[in-house]
């Protein structure tokens, strides 16, 4: 809706020889027609209003409320339309202390009501007037968009996010060498935020490094450990590589750290790639914990971009 088909740097005599514009649907990996009509609707029809509208009578806000009401039709005819437009966002944050954690609704339109509901345990919350919701527990949270028209048949996408507590679970965390910034998204409270990245490709849970980095997590207090994991992703057909090593390192004060590794530090290899875990399962009492990722190097030859230096990709750290 945004697209002025008109360039500005032409003249007004210039501007009229533009007679309009088209919109494309590449289909190299569109498979059938339910896909095609998926990806084109609705923005041909938004499209459609740009070029037959003059551009003083353009107005987002009162299109998309219109665009509600194509919904219906389209339905009618059996469209295989998108509603992604009006997907909710649920982005984690630290809470407001440690051990909990924020979940941001973000509408992908000003002023739209919304629904959001979470499960922790037996207990399920409803509300409509926060955009957000706090949990310090095992939760599903989910979120949808309330239609702008009363009396509105539109059901909206529903979002959802689970979120899985563990000992480093939006526990304060630091790191000696940020994440490269096309990576970062959260920062590092993206290793503590209760969600594994579980997809073998990448996405906004794993984080990206082209160097090693150091991971230092606190506990709040000394506790019994258990067991460390992190996830790493092996993706070697798109540079990303598994770390040469991890030393996991404890401590009660946070400065003098000894290190826990013994032979149970595993490395669960999976020989289609995807995402794999490193494991040290040496039981101690501790606050603090630190992991030593060492950067895969340079990419052997053999691979996709050898020569080159490697990427190295992070998720979820886990302390039980």
Known sequence: YNYEPVPLELTPTESQFILGAQGNVWTEYILDEDHVEYMAVPRMIALSEVL???????????????????????????????????????????????????????????????????????????????????????????????????????????????????????????????????????????LVDGISAADKRVNTEWLGWQKSVTITIDLGAVQKVNNVRIGALNETHSWIHLPKAITVASSVDGKTFANQNTPSLLLNRSPKGGRNYFECSTPVETRFIRLAVNHPGEIPQGYPGAGYPAWLFLDEVEIR
């Open 52 to 190: 037959w509208s003059p551009k003083e009578k353009r107005n987002e806000t009162d299109f998309l409320v219109r665009l509600e009401n194509e919904f219906a039709r389209l339905d009618v005819q059996q469209v295989n339309y998108s509603k992604s437009l009006y997907q909710v966002q649920l982005v984690p944050i630290r809470g407001d202390k440690a051990g909990r954690i924020r979940v941001q609704a973000k509408a992908p339109l000003k002023g739209k009501p919304m629904d959001i509901s979470w499960t922790s345990g037996d207990q399920i919350v409803n509300t409509t007037s926060n955009q957000w919701v706090d949990i310090d527990a095992d939760s599903d949270v989910n979120a949808r968009l309330l239609p702008a028209n009363h009396g509105s048949v539109v059901e909206f996408p529903v979002s959802s996010r689970s979120f899985r507590f563990n000992k480093a679970t939006a526990r304060s965390i630091t790191l000696d060498t940020p994440p490269h910034e096309r990576y970062s998204d959260g920062g590092a409270f993206t």
